[in-house]
């Protein structure tokens, strides 16, 4: 698959007196998978919730696949392909593990089809024991799957993962690398993430944002040469 | 998804053999068989209990189900009542009755539509819809007293068509209470099903799901406001036809049905019940209207009071309800007995 699937441009976000995206442009074309880097308050999950429909841009457009996504209501984004996980786990947490992964697949199809669905997910993840536990109780790496669990169940065109493996051990992160890499090509994919070794097992395009600002873009092999990018996120070395 | 057991008709077979199902079904059995052994006071006074659990059964489905809280209940309720004294007697034929309660019904959903849709819609939400509604039931309490030609004000108004029925030259009129009674049975005991068998499939899902993270849900596409709305119109229309029914059989209805004291009452039943449970409001408002009974026979003045330290002290005491409550009794039991065997 090839092309543009969204294109963002000239985004902007205030919030009082503060601005948190300033001129941000962005194409995400089909099947790529592209990490969003970036210092603690930099804008990146800014520029997610806008780019996911939470938030709405002071100016600036979003296209997806040629559809004007601006003033657009939240609920229909994942009606147009768009899913996303939130940088804090955001589960129905009073609900069970399978109730969760229930709720998030579309309507439509038998209960035989929902239980194929939902096992096929749950095995996917590892949560197949776990399937009648309530979402709150499971360990902080385990919702973070979860979460992604639910945003994949709509097989989504676009996925937006805001620091999918925050909070996880690093035999978790690892097959959380290995679920995202095989995805590719299946959609496209957009990871805001904190920890440069999930970013460099990617090895995927990678922006770097600054102050609301995107200050270089490219392969990530290159991004960590960049002595403008080392200065301001990766530390002078 | 095997062994879950959590699957939409899995679920609701697996109801089948629920203890609290059954219990339910009990209940039904119990109040059917009721008039046969009582006298005409007693029965009056459970189906008036009856009218109002269906009352606290509209507010669970709203509170319980859908999370909102609210306070202006007691309004779709007098809208209910009001709409029968009003437009029943007006109406020459045995649907008489029928047309009042459909006018009270599609009243209260329009107010309930308008209200919700600038409410729910506007994104209030929690405590600050809750405070709304509390508006609601005053300025309906201001306009029962104040529109007094047509609400008959401070007195309020007399009269109601007993229920029946007129269609293609067959018609019924329903003037025996004991009938009236089996009327309200069947209504309360088919709303109960009806909210029941709705939310134990994945209807019920997603309004847990709404209740317990609405951005989440919207971001998996739910239209939430929708959602929220239909519950909020279709409570409001359950709570009227409470009305409706209260107004047929009491042919009496007054501003204090409609206000602020009966909106914390109806609050109180659920509350007491436990919130979310369907079956426990209904006997939450059992349990509480015998309460009434019992302190107003000692002073009708010391009720409020009694029931606001009554309330104060369940939510203390059992935060849950009664339902929730009765629920873990056998597991207590069971552990206490563990625990002793293990001992000996």
């Given at each position: 698959?090839?092309?543009?699937?969204?294109?963002?441009?000239?985004?902007?976000?205030?919030?009082?007196?503060?601005?948190?995206?300033?001129?941000?442009?962005?194409?995400?074309?089909?099947?790529?998978?592209?990490?969003?880097?970036?210092?603690?308050?930099?804008?990146?999950?800014?520029?997610?919730?806008?780019?996911?429909?939470?938030?709405r841009p002071i100016s600036g457009s979003i296209r997806f696949e040629d559809r004007d996504l601006i003033g657009l209501?939240?609920?229909?984004?994942?009606?147009?392909?768009?899913?996303?996980?939130?940088?804090?786990p955001s589960l129905f947490s009073t609900m069970s593990v399978y109730d969760n992964l229930v709720v998030a697949r579309p309507a439509g199809g038998g209960s035989e089809d929902e239980a194929i669905h939902v096992g096929g997910m749950l095995e996917t993840l590892g949560l197949?024991?776990?399937?009648?536990?309530?979402?709150?109780e499971l360990p902080h790496g385990q919702k973070?799957?979860?979460?992604?669990?639910?945003?994949?169940?709509?097989?989504?065109?676009?996925?937006?993962?805001d620091e999918p493996t925050a909070g996880m051990t690093s035999d978790e992160t690892h097959r959380t690398v290995d679920l995202i890499a095989g995805l590719r090509e299946a959609m496209t994919i957009v990871v805001i993430e904190h920890d440069m070794n999930f970013v460099r097992a990617l090895a995927c395009p990678t922006t770097v944002m600054h102050q609301g600002r995107v200050i270089a873009s490219g392969p990530f092999s290159d991004i960590e040469r960049d002595h403008t990018v080392r200065d301001v996120y990766l530390g002078r070395q | 998804m095997d062994g879950t057991g959590l699957s939409l008709g899995r679920g609701r077979n697996a109801a089948l053999s629920n203890p609290w199902v059954l219990l339910t079904v009990g209940l039904v059995g119990i109040a059917a068989a009721y008039p046969s052994w009582t006298d005409a006071y007693s029965l009056s006074v459970i189906r008036d209990?009856?009218?109002?659990?269906?009352?606290?059964?509209?507010?669970?489905?709203?509170?319980?189900?859908?999370?909102?809280?609210?306070?202006?209940?007691?309004?779709?309720?007098?809208?209910?009542?009001?709409?029968?004294?009003?437009?029943?007697?007006?109406?020459?034929?045995?649907?008489?009755?029928?047309?009042?309660?459909?006018?009270?019904?599609?009243?209260?959903?329009?107010?309930?539509?308008?209200?919700?849709?600038?409410?729910?819609?506007?994104?209030?939400?929690?405590?600050?819809?809750?405070?709304?509604?509390?508006?609601?039931?005053?300025?309906?309490?201001?306009?029962?007293?104040?529109?007094?030609?047509?609400?008959?004000?401070?007195?309020?108004?007399?009269?109601?068509?007993?229920?029946?029925?007129?269609?293609?030259?067959?018609?019924?009129?329903?003037?025996d209470p004991v009938h009236q009674y089996y009327l309200i049975l069947a209504v309360t005991a088919i709303a109960l099903?009806?909210?029941?068998?709705?939310?134990?499939?994945?209807?019920?899902?997603?309004?847990?799901?709404?209740?317990?993270?609405?951005?989440?849900?919207?971001?998996?596409?739910?239209?939430?406001?929708?959602?929220?709305?239909?519950?909020?119109?279709?409570?409001?229309?359950?709570?009227?036809v409470a009305g409706g029914l209260y107004d047929i059989t009491s042919g009496y209805v007054a501003p204090d049905l409609i206000g602020l004291f009966m909106s914390t009452e109806i609050i109180v039943w659920v509350a007491v019940g436990g919130r979310g449970t369907l079956i426990g409001p209904i006997i939450g408002a059992f349990v509480v209207i015998r309460l009434q009974q019992e302190v107003s026979s000692v002073s009708y003045k010391l009720w409020p009071m009694f029931i606001g330290a009554f309330f104060v002290a369940m939510v203390f005491l059992f935060p849950n309800g009664l339902l929730p409550l009765l629920r873990r009794i056998p597991r207590i039991v069971a552990s206490r007995l563990q625990r002793a065997r293990k001992a000996e």
């Open positions: 698959m090839t092309g543009a699937l969204m294109q963002a441009e000239d985004l902007h976000m205030r919030f009082g007196g503060v601005t948190a995206v300033s001129g941000v442009s962005l194409t995400l074309e089909r099947g790529e998978i592209r990490c969003i880097i970036g210092p603690n308050g930099a804008g990146k999950s800014t520029l997610f919730n806008m780019l996911a429909g939470t938030q209501p939240l609920h229909k984004f994942a009606a147009l392909g768009i899913a996303r996980k939130f940088q804090v197949t024991g776990d399937a009648g536990v309530a979402a709150a973070q799957w979860l979460e992604i669990g639910m945003a994949l169940m709509s097989r989504p065109k676009l996925l937006l993962l | 209990a009856l009218i109002f659990a269906l009352l606290a059964l509209s507010l669970d489905y709203l509170w319980g189900k859908a999370g909102i809280l609210s306070f202006g209940h007691a309004a779709f309720f007098g809208i209910g009542a009001y709409s029968m004294a009003i437009f029943g007697p007006k109406i020459d034929s045995a649907n008489a009755a029928l047309v009042g309660l459909l006018a009270g019904m599609g009243i209260a959903g329009a107010v309930a539509l308008v209200i919700g849709y600038f409410l729910i819609f506007g994104g209030v939400r929690g405590a600050y819809l809750t405070i709304v509604t509390l508006a609601i039931s005053l300025v309906a309490q201001h306009i029962a007293i104040g529109w007094s030609q047509v609400t008959g004000g401070d007195s309020g108004l007399i009269g109601a068509p007993p229920p029946g029925i007129e269609i293609f030259g067959f018609s019924y009129v329903m003037l099903l009806a909210i029941w068998f709705a939310c134990s499939g994945h209807y019920g899902r997603v309004l847990a799901a709404i209740q317990d993270n609405e951005l989440r849900a919207r971001t998996l596409g739910y239209n939430t406001s929708l959602h929220l709305l239909i519950v909020f119109v279709v409570s409001a229309m359950l709570a009227a």
